[in-house]
C-alpha cells in the first residue's frame, strides 16, 4: 500500500550542489535521497522539501515529504536511510502523514540562522559553519536596520531571482542578533523566504555594520525594488535552515 510519508532531516551541506537534484551531477541532498528510496523500495521515488537550500548550506531541520508503496515499518525505513546515506546526511525521524501533505505546500514559516565570526583570528574548526568579518561592527547601527526589515514587505530587492511572475511579499516576524563569544549570531524567523534572500538580507547588515551603508538605505532598497540597492550575497557557509513550521 503506497503512503504519505514525512521526515526530518539534517545534512552538512559543504561539498553538495544544494538541495535540488540536477543533471549534470547526482551531488544534490535530493538527488541522494532519492537514489537511496528509489532502492529500497525498487521503484522510482520522489523527494520534496520544505525549500531548495543552496550550495554549502546546512540544515539541522529540513522537512521532506515523499511517497512510495512499501512494508517497512518507519522505524525500519529511518534505520535503513541513517545506515546507507553518505555519514554527512542524517534523518532525524520518520512518520506517516496525511496523503495531501506536501513540505514545501504546507509550510507556514521557517527559521534560518546566519553565523558571523567577528575576529580577526580565525577559527579553523568552525571554517565550514561561519563567515568571518575581522572588522569591527556597528551593532546598533545594525539592530536599526534590522527594525526596518521585520513586518510585512515588498522584498523584490532581497532576492536573485529576476523578473518572477510570483508574489515576493514576505513577512518577518522576527530578527534576533545575539553575541556569543566573538560570533554575532543572526536568527531570522518569518512566513518563507525568497531565494538567497537571508543571504542577501545579512550582507545588507553587515554592510551597515562596517558603515557602508546606512540602516534608512533599506527603506530605499524595499521602495525601490532594485536588487543593486540591496548589500552583497553573504557566503553560503555561515547559513543553517533550523526549523520548519505547519500548521
Not at 521503484?43 to 540544515?59: C, F, K, L, M
Amino acid at each position: 500500500m503506497k503512503r504519505n510519508y514525512r521526515a526530518i532531516i539534517q545534512y552538512e551541506g559543504t561539498r553538495y550542489q544544494g538541495w535540488q537534484k540536477q543533471v549534470s551531477t547526482d551531488n544534490t541532498i535530493q538527488g541522494k535521497l532519492e537514489s537511496l528510496l528509489s532502492k529500497m523500495v525498487d521503484q522510482p521515488v520522489e523527494v520534496n522539501s520544505s525549500g531548495r537550500t543552496d550550495a554549502g548550506v546546512h540544515a539541522y531541520g529540513q522537512v521532506i515529504s515523499f511517497s512510495c508503496d512499501t512494508d517497512k515499518s518507519t522505524e525500519e525505513i529511518l534505520e535503513y536511510m541513517n545506515q546507507y546515506l553518505p555519514e554527512d546526511i542524517g534523518v532525524q525521524s520518520v512518520v506517516v502523514a496525511g496523503d495531501r501533505f506536501h513540505a514545501r505546500l504546507n509550510a507556514t514559516g521557517k527559521i534560518y540562522r546566519y553565523r558571523v565570526l567577528n575576529s580577526k583570528i580565525p577559527k579553523v574548526f568552525d571554517r565550514r559553519y561561519v563567515f568571518q568579518v575581522p572588522e569591527e561592527l556597528d551593532k546598533e547601527a545594525i539592530k536599526k536596520g534590522i527594525s526596518y526589515l521585520e513586518g510585512k514587505h515588498d522584498f523584490k530587492a532581497f532576492t536573485a531571482k529576476k523578473n518572477t511572475k510570483k508574489s515576493t511579499v514576505r513577512t518577518i516576524h522576527e530578527i534576533k542578533m545575539e553575541q556569543v563569544g566573538e560570533e554575532l549570531i543572526f536568527t531570522f524567523y518569518g512566513d518563507g523566504f525568497l531565494y538567497h534572500m537571508v543571504r542577501i538580507l545579512m550582507g545588507t547588515l553587515l554592510e551597515i555594520g562596517q558603515h557602508r551603508r546606512t540602516p534608512e538605505s533599506i527603506l530605499e532598497a524595499l521602495e525601490s525594488g532594485e536588487r543593486v540597492k540591496a548589500g552583497f550575497l553573504a557566503p553560503a557557509q555561515g547559513l543553517a535552515l533550523m526549523q520548519v513550521f505547519y500548521d
